[in-house]
């Protein structure tokens, strides 16, 4: 942990070197397993066999030592003990373990499961109109986390939206087909949300055509904004957009599309350029049983989901008949 992952306002948690972070090691777990596939791509098979040994040691860790019950614990103090679990008086649950259970796939599928429920049911808070980082806020605790207790139960870090946090969330509601939760999350966020009436408007009191960085969950001032025009969470909703709900990946010169689209829509048109080369993409979403996806490249049924991007300066079809994903089917 350190004096803080993600979190810098947990800076007393692991200051002495010996705390650590649950979040931190589903991150590291997806790092090394990238750096893996680096290392193949460069030939060198030892380092990516060291990175993916590695990477399965952490999962096999965080499913023998994180679990607690019905959510990811969030940390571990240096002296052992534990932040983030139901035994917690503060801090019993906080979002970013959970999400990153499910957006990293690591450790046993029904826990993962249970813990992006667990979110839905403690810090999606629909009455406030927002998606906690964590609950209850830091108080009165003997637990010292660092200078996120300075804040006010409620604010920013402390119990608040942290909006980079809350797309984590509906980003993992995406990726388990949670179509539902994700749109919920999505329109919880959406700054327009919170600025298309007098009233809104008034509650929010930043400007609504940008994403805020957090938005205060305590009285008197539950659902004001704070740091707008912060490029690292519209950063994060437009991927949150793009691929999540969308369903627009790009993987090296692959193009993969697989919509999370809400009840209602049945479909939508998108243009894709790649370097010089126009991409017209034509999604259309069906229910019916016993059909599956098809994808037509330029008229042409293909045998794959996706495409390989060329840049030959032509204007290309795409055209994807989607079979709707039924919810938690993933």
């Known amino acids: ?60 860790l965080i499913d023998k030592t994180a679990w607690d019950g019905a959510w990811y614990k969030r940390a571990y103090f240096d002296d052992g003990s534990v932040l983030g679990s139901a035994k917690n008086a503060e801090c019993q649950i906080d979002s970013i373990s959970q999400s990153w259970s499910v957006l990293t796939s690591i450790g046993d599928p029904a826990h993962r499961k249970q813990a992006i429920e667990s979110v839905y049911q403690r810090l999606v808070n629909k009455e406030k109109g927002i998606i906690q980082l964590l609950d209850p806020p830091f108080d009165q605790s003997v637990q010292n986390p660092g200078y996120i207790r300075g804040y006010v139960p409620g604010v920013r870090e402390n119990g608040g939206q942290y909006t980079h946090a809350a797309i984590w969330a509906g980003m993992a509601f995406a990726r388990l087909g949670e179509v539902d939760h994700a749109w919920e999350a999505f329109d919880i966020i959406n700054p327009i949300n919170h600025g298309n009436t007098p009233t809104s408007i008034q509650i929010y009191k930043v400007e609504p055509y940008v994403v805020a960085a957090d938005v205060y969950g305590v009285a008197p001032h539950i659902g004001r904004g704070g740091w707008t025009w912060y490029t690292g969470s519209a950063g994060w909703m437009y991927t949150f957009m793009m691929e999540s709900l969308l369903g627009i990946h790009r993987r090296n010169t692959e193009l993969h599309i697989s919509p999370c689209l809400r009840q209602g829509w049945n479909g939508y048109q998108l243009d894709y350029r790649y370097c010089d080369t126009n991409y017209h993409i034509d999604v259309t979403v069906h229910d019916e049983s016993g059909q599956v996806s098809k994808l037509y490249v330029d008229g042409a049924l293909s045998e794959k989901l996706y495409i390989d991007l060329v840049d030959d300066k032509q204007l290309h079809q795409l055209r994807l008949e989607f079979l709707r994903t039924p919810v938690g089917a993933n």
């Open 1 to 60: 942990m350190g004096s803080c992952d993600w979190n810098d306002g947990m800076d007393k948690v692991g200051n002495e070197g010996k705390g650590e972070s649950v979040w931190l090691a589903f991150f590291l777990h997806e790092v090394l397993m990238q750096f893996s596939t680096l290392a193949l791509q460069k030939e060198d098979a030892v380092y990516a066999r060291h990175c993916e040994d590695q990477a399965k040691r952490i999962a096999g």
